[in-house]
């Protein structure tokens, strides 16, 4: 079959057909009022080129004035991607264009509810680019950046067709072309302005809602976030690199009413920033069970830019201190007993913590590849790797006095009570916002002989040199490269009156 239109009026912005619309799809409406679909297999000139037609013939050769070009065209790729109620669907500006029912590669659209179709997003007076779709519950969702939207069949429980859809608006934010996670009871979306994260659920009448997670730590995610990850087991936490180089985090158990955001600073360094830098992060399913969190950290190694591919490591829980991985960029021996490790090229000249037959040793130098032991000592199973310190920094302490809340009143710390399990207490330590002095937490009856590291479950309390000048704040910190679980924590304070 021979096409020829009558010019170029319309055609690749009105400069014709081009070698490059060979193989590209044609849509044709014929005489009897049904859609057809050709594909281009040769191209003589601007206005010519031989099409093959599929499925039905045409029902005579009168003129066709009504047809397009198909969209999927090298240099106009699609934008984001999902599967729907057996559909493959994308998206590119202001369209969706879903698949046949079961057949992923067949976009030829039709009036049969199992043809493909496509669909023009637009509503509420504004037609947003569209950032993402995703599957959820009952609606195909689509994310653009004036807010979300709901597409779906138009009844109750009523499959998506081409002649049976409706296109809800929901009170959300706009979103950023970043592709967001399941978590499960809800959507997690990062928003336009990349420096929020907000939260989408549906109600019982099927409305979809947001709102902004990061309000509980918005210093966090204003950072600008570069990625989400969600990870289920063990625990259900949303991670996220941020433009800076940090990793975000987000503990999200709605179910139990637990949400709090937490930044992490991968060991290393990065021109000009004292933390390795993380570029991207996604979340497999591991071998172990656990979901396995896949980080792309960009370092300096030796004056060269060096990227690594880590894996963190599950949260220790009920197991030997020498089987504590707590370093970053990492390796384990297991093996003889002994004083030299290699394989550690990828450190090469960084000093690095170790963990050696649950002894802790710090600072210590990667040459040649190797690290050794001081004094001679040996071990069968060595952790080497970047060492870090873990953080926490208490908020002004608000509890009710005999006339109100304290907030803003002359407070002083006595002490610290730590409900801690399976914590090397060696490494912990406590200091007051105003006092410049850190307190090592000591227990003597658990420390162990020889140095090596011992893990304690229990209640410790801590003095504290404090001020009354400051709100009752205090800091925490844990320095070596062993366990820490603080599980509470109860300051014992005098405040004024």
């Not at 970043?178 to 409305?207: C, M, W």
Request: hydrophobic share 40%; with cysteine; proline share 4%.
């Amino acid at each position: 079959m021979i096409s020829r239109p009558s010019s170029v009026v319309g055609i690749n912005d009105c400069t014709g057909f081009q070698t490059s619309d060979v193989g590209r799809a044609i849509r044709l409406l014929g005489a009897d009022g049904f859609w057809r679909w050709a594909k281009v297999t040769a191209r003589t000139s601007m206005t010519v080129v031989t099409v093959q037609l599929y499925g039905h013939a045409l029902p005579d050769l009168s003129p066709i004035i009504r047809w397009r070009l198909g969209t999927f065209v090298p240099g106009r790729y699609v934008q984001s991607g999902s599967l729907y109620e057996e559909r493959l669907a994308f998206s590119r500006k202001f369209s969706v264009y879903a698949s046949q029912t079961g057949d992923f590669d067949n976009f030829a659209t039709g009036e049969k509810d199992t043809d493909a179709l496509e669909f023009v997003q637009a509503g509420g007076g504004q037609a947003n680019d569209i950032t993402w779709v995703a599957e959820s519950d009952g609606a195909l969702i689509i994310g653009t950046l004036g807010g979300v939207r709901a597409l779906s069949g138009s009844g109750i429980d009523e499959a998506l067709t081409p002649s049976s859809f409706k296109n809800r608006r929901s009170r959300t934010f706009g979103c950023a072309p970043l592709r967001p996670v399941d978590a499960g009871q809800s959507f997690l979306y990062v928003t336009r302005s990349r420096k929020s994260i907000a939260e989408l659920t549906q109600n019982a009448t099927g409305r979809f809602t947001s709102d902004d997670v990061g309000q509980i730590s918005e210093h966090i995610p204003k950072k600008g976030v570069v990625e989400l990850a969600f990870q289920t087991d063990p625990d259900p936490l949303l991670w996220f690199p941020l433009g800076n180089g940090e990793l975000g985090g987000y503990t999200h158990q709605p179910s139990q009413d637990v949400r709090g955001m937490h930044i992490h600073q991968i060991a290393g360094s990065f021109a000009g920033s004292n933390w390795a830098i993380v570029e991207s992060a996604v979340v497999t399913p591991g071998q172990d069970g656990n979901d396995d969190l896949w980080l792309i950290v960009k370092r300096t190694i030796g004056g060269v830019t060096r990227r690594y591919i880590e894996i963190k490591t599950v949260p220790f829980e009920y197991a030997a201190i020498e089987d504590a991985f707590e370093v970053d960029c990492g390796l384990t021996y297991s093996g003889a007993a002994v004083n030299v490790v290699s394989g550690l090229d990828h450190l090469e000249g960084q000093a690095v913590d170790v963990l050696a037959g649950g002894k802790v040793y710090k600072g210590l130098t990667v040459a040649s590849g190797q690290v050794m032991l001081p004094g001679g000592a040996t071990a069968a199973k060595w952790q080497v790797g970047l060492g870090y310190q873990s953080e926490a920094n208490t908020l002004e302490l608000d509890v009710g006095g005999r006339d109100g809340s304290i907030v803003g009143r002359r407070k002083k710390v006595a002490k610290l009570i730590l409900s801690l399990l399976e914590t090397d207490i060696a490494g912990l330590q406590v200091q007051s916002f105003i006092r410049g002095r850190w307190e090592q937490v000591r227990i003597p009856s658990v420390v162990a002989p020889g140095a090596m590291a011992k893990l304690f479950t229990g209640n410790v309390e801590v003095p504290i040199d404090d001020s009354w000048e400051g709100q009752g704040r205090v800091k925490i910190r844990h320095v070596n490269p062993t366990p820490c679980t603080i599980r509470a924590m109860t300051p014992v304070f005098d405040a004024e009156p």
